[in-house]
């Protein structure tokens, strides 16, 4: 049997983990020894401790159920706080750490859990919510968000910064203004332009990371080198999607900010294009459409 607070198996049938938990009782026995294990855990795996706090936490509502306000039954994150012996404040916080590195794996690589907690606080004070998510409340947020965690972004794992690192990314052409962020590709020659516009983005834009991609091309790459676009905002409209149909080296990419973590989503042209379309037919015509695609699919079947 696997213990659901530190996933070690049951060893030589003993009924009580090394965390403290039994697996007779299926809830946490000995506090002192969950104390101590979680005690003996290095401060570099912080996201550990707060996974196994959490652990402990769900498993005693589980046993107990969710402590109601105006009765004296069933179990809360503050008795869970007070038998570790941590306070009100510092449970709340960890297990909020520990639910958003459900959704971010990658803040693990974060050593500091201080820090980890700041950018989880500082990510809050900077969203508003909109008709379609959360989004940052200016532009600066969404760019010092991406500078600081682009490390732990999967989707620029193949990229490195190359713009001033003072000044999160930027480059400034002297020209043609200021690019937001300019990076570089770790193995293939070529560069990323990447221009951010915090809510909606427009067709004005293209003009605009055309221009900087023109000029790193000129001016920075060499012969070989290819340079790219990317184009990452929080919402997109029907201008851009055009302008981008012959701009096969621009990228378009949105963003929503989910739990307190930022979700980089690429968008497919031909996909949108069509979602658009299909948006403007009426009732009539989108049940006729579905019965073409259903008979569609049963001929296809009796193939």
Request: aromatic share 8%; proline share 1%.
């Amino acid at each position: 049997m696997r213990c659901p607070i530190c996933y070690t198996d049951e060893q030589n049938n003993n009924s009580i983990c090394d965390c403290g938990y039994s697996f007779n009782e299926k809830e946490i026995q000995d506090w002192d020894r969950a104390k101590n294990f979680l005690a003996l855990i290095p401060k570099s795996e912080w996201f550990r401790k707060v996974e196994i706090e959490n652990n402990i936490n769900n498993v005693q509502i589980k046993k107990h159920g969710q402590r109601h306000t105006n009765l004296n039954i069933g179990w809360s994150i503050r008795e869970t706080g007070r038998r570790l012996g941590l306070s009100d404040g510092k449970i709340a916080e960890d297990l909020q750490l520990a639910e958003a590195l459900k959704n971010n794996p990658e803040l693990k690589k974060i050593k500091d859990i201080t820090k980890a907690k700041n950018d989880l606080r500082e990510s809050k004070r900077n969203l508003k919510t909109n008709d379609k998510g959360s989004v940052f409340t200016e532009e600066y947020q969404l760019h010092r968000y991406l500078f600081d965690h682009w490390d732990r972004l999967s989707f620029f794992d193949e990229w490195e910064i190359n713009g001033a690192k003072y000044n999160m990314g930027k480059f400034k052409t002297n020209e043609v203004w200021e690019i937001d962020i300019l990076a570089k590709h770790k193995q293939e020659p070529k560069w990323l332009v990447v221009e951010l516009k915090n809510e909606q983005s427009s067709d004005v834009t293209i003009g605009q990371i055309s221009r900087y991609m023109g000029w790193i091309k000129r001016n920075k790459a060499k012969k070989d080198e290819e340079v790219e676009g990317l184009i990452i905002s929080h919402d997109i409209n029907l201008e851009i999607l055009y302008a981008l149909y012959c701009n096969s080296k621009i990228r378009l990419c949105t963003y929503n900010v989910e739990d307190d973590v930022l979700k980089l989503s690429e968008r497919k042209l031909e996909s949108e294009l069509l979602l658009n379309h299909l948006k403007k037919l009426s009732i009539d015509e989108l049940d006729e459409l579905k019965e073409s695609l259903k008979k569609l699919e049963v001929n296809s079947n009796n193939l």
